[in-house]
C-alpha cells in the first residue's frame, strides 16, 4: 500500500480480554515504531524496531504489553489481561532508514477501548 | 469520528490571518524538531522539520522557528485556510535514543473561523 497500514481501526475489548493489534508499514521501511496516545495528550513512544530486532522497548507500560517484528515487516502489538487505563489510540509508524533526517510516517491508528 | 485534543489548548483564528503556534522543549540533547498536524481520527502527518543548527526553516505556507537558548520552538502558518484546522503537535529527537525515537508535547488545537 502507499501508507502505514493498521487494523482493526477500532477495538473494543472487555477488562481482562487480550487484544492483537496489528501494523503493516510502508515496504521496504527499516524502522517501526509503537506509540500510545491517550485522550488530549501527544503520542508516547512504547517500542521500536530495526528491521527484526526490537532495539528499544523501554516504553512498554507494564509485562502485559508485547510486540513483535518476526520478519522484519509486519508488527504485532499484544496487550494481555487489558485493563481500563490501556483505552487509547495506539499509533505504529515506519521509516526508511534510522539515523538523522529520515521522516516518520504514521498510521491511522487503532482506537482500543477497554469497558 | 475520533477527537483528538478534547482538554488541548485552543487557538482560534480567522481565515486568512496567520497562526502561531509554540512549543516548548526540555532535552538540551536533542538535535532534530519536527512538526506534525493530527486531524480528527487520523494519525500524525509531517508538516516540517528543522535541525538544531539551524533557527529557522520556510516550507509551503509555514515557518519553523528555534531558540535553543530558551528551548522553544514555534511553527507559523501564514494566511490559515479551514484545512489547517486541527492538532498541531511539536516532536523533538535525542540522538543518543535507538532508532531516533521522537518525544512529543501536548499539542495545540487550532480552530479556523470562516
Known amino acids: 500500500g502507499a501508507g502505514v497500514s493498521q487494523s482493526p481501526r477500532y477495538k473494543v475489548a472487555k477488562r481482562g480480554q487480550d487484544v492483537a493489534l496489528r501494523c503493516d508499514p510502508i515496504s521496504g521501511h527499516v524502522s517501526l515504531f509503537w506509540y500510545q496516545q491517550a485522550l488530549g495528550q501527544g503520542p508516547e513512544f512504547l517500542t521500536y524496531?530495526?528491521?527484526?530486532?526490537?532495539?528499544?522497548k523501554s516504553g512498554l507500560p507494564s509485562d502485559r504489553f508485547f510486540a513483535e517484528r518476526p520478519e522484519g515487516s509486519v508488527s504485532t502489538l499484544k496487550i494481555q489481561r487489558t485493563q481500563q487505563e490501556d483505552s487509547a489510540v495506539y499509533l505504529c509508524a515506519s521509516s526508511f532508514g534510522q539515523g538523522a533526517n529520515t521522516e516518520a510516517f504514521f498510521g491511522q491508528g487503532t482506537r482500543l477501548t477497554v469497558v | 469520528g475520533e477527537s483528538v485534543g478534547l482538554h488541548l489548548p485552543t487557538l482560534s483564528v480567522q481565515e486568512g490571518d496567520n497562526s502561531i503556534i509554540n512549543c516548548a522543549y526540555s532535552n538540551s540533547a536533542s538535535d532534530y524538531f519536527i512538526w506534525y498536524k493530527q486531524e480528527s481520527g487520523k494519525g500524525p502527518q509531517f508538516i516540517i522539520d528543522i535541525r538544531s543548527n539551524m533557527d529557522k526553516r520556510q516550507g509551503q505556507r509555514v515557518t519553523v522557528l528555534l531558540n535553543k537558548t530558551v528551548k522553544h520552538l514555534s511553527l507559523q502558518i501564514a494566511a490559515t485556510q479551514p484545512g489547517d484546522s486541527a492538532v498541531y503537535f511539536c516532536?523533538?529527537?535525542?540522538?543518543?535514543?535507538?532508532?531516533?525515537?521522537?518525544?512529543f508535547g501536548g499539542g495545540t488545537r487550532v480552530l479556523v473561523k470562516p
Open positions: 524496531f530495526q528491521n527484526e530486532a526490537q532495539l528499544d
Open positions: 516532536a523533538e529527537r535525542d540522538p543518543r535514543a535507538a532508532g531516533n525515537k521522537l518525544t
